[in-house]
T-cell receptor, first 108, second 113 residues
Framework: GEDVEQSLFLSVREGDSSVINCTYT??????LYWYKQEPGAGLQLLTY?????DMKQDQRLTVLLNKKDKHLSLRIADTQTGDSAIYFC????????FGAGTRLTVKP | DTAVSQTPKYLVTQMGNDKSIKCEQN?????MYWYKQDSKKFLKIMFS???????INETVPNRFSPKSPDKAHLNLHINSLELGDSAVYFC????????????FGSGTRLTVV
């Protein structure tokens, strides 16, 4: 989606932290989301952040939002092989608009 | 129990045929969606229905016709299938009021040969 941009690939070693970045264009988006897609499956909502927040933590996941720069990131601490998947950033104004997805590969 | 279920999971058909994909949600959501995911994993919204009324209709060929008999069901009918229609089609549902995100089905992989 031209409205939401993400890098396409990220490779990390098991146990390291992963940081997936995203930029969006619609400053009126009230919520921003991260979804995970495993092979052959649908998208699973991981977490979301309200636009008046700048950080949200949920167990191993930390979301950072820089509203001025329209930048969103997802940090996964202690990345495991089971975290290997495609991660989608999304903004929601009237409907959910997705980035192209970042394929995270976790090496043992 | 599956929250958003789509059938079939796989669909292989010849060019020119007409096919339907069904979607049902048991979450009590008032809005349902169809998304198309291409081979590069890019997701594009096709349609959105709120309480059986069409609210989003992106630039989609009119060979694609959604039908919502009630707010728990949103079916997608495709006429005169073309090779370029091959993709994974995802149904999703949500409450219209933002915040909780969408719940997705597991997808229907359509292959047109």
């Amino acid at each position: 989606g031209e409205d939401v941009e993400q890098s396409l690939f990220l490779s990390v070693r098991e146990g390291d932290s992963s940081v997936i970045n995203c930029t969006y264009t619609d400053s009126s988006s009230t919520y921003l989301y991260w979804y995970k897609q495993e092979p052959g499956a649908g998208l699973q909502l991981l977490t979301y952040i309200f636009s008046n927040m700048d950080m949200k933590q949920d167990q191993r996941l930390t979301v950072l939002l820089n509203k001025k720069d329209k930048h969103l990131s997802l940090r996964i601490a202690d990345t495991q092989t089971g975290d290997s998947a495609i991660y989608f950033c999304a903004e929601n104004n009237n409907d959910m608009r997705f980035g192209a997805g970042t394929r995270l590969t976790v090496k043992p | 129990d599956t929250a958003v279920s789509q059938t079939p999971k796989y669909l292989v058909t010849q060019m020119g045929n007409d096919k339907s994909i069904k979607c049902e949600q048991n979450l009590g959501h008032d809005t349902m969606y169809w998304y198309k995911q291409d081979s590069k994993k890019f997701l594009k919204i096709m349609f959105s229905y709120n309480n059986k009324e069409l609210i989003i209709n992106e630039t989609v060929p009119n060979r694609f016709s959604p039908k919502s008999p009630d707010k728990a069901h949103l079916n997608l009918h495709i006429n005169s299938l073309e090779l370029g229609d091959s993709a994974v089609y995802f149904c999703a549902s949500s409450y219209k009021i933002q915040g909780n995100g969408y719940t997705f089905g597991s997808g229907t992989r359509l292959t047109v040969v």
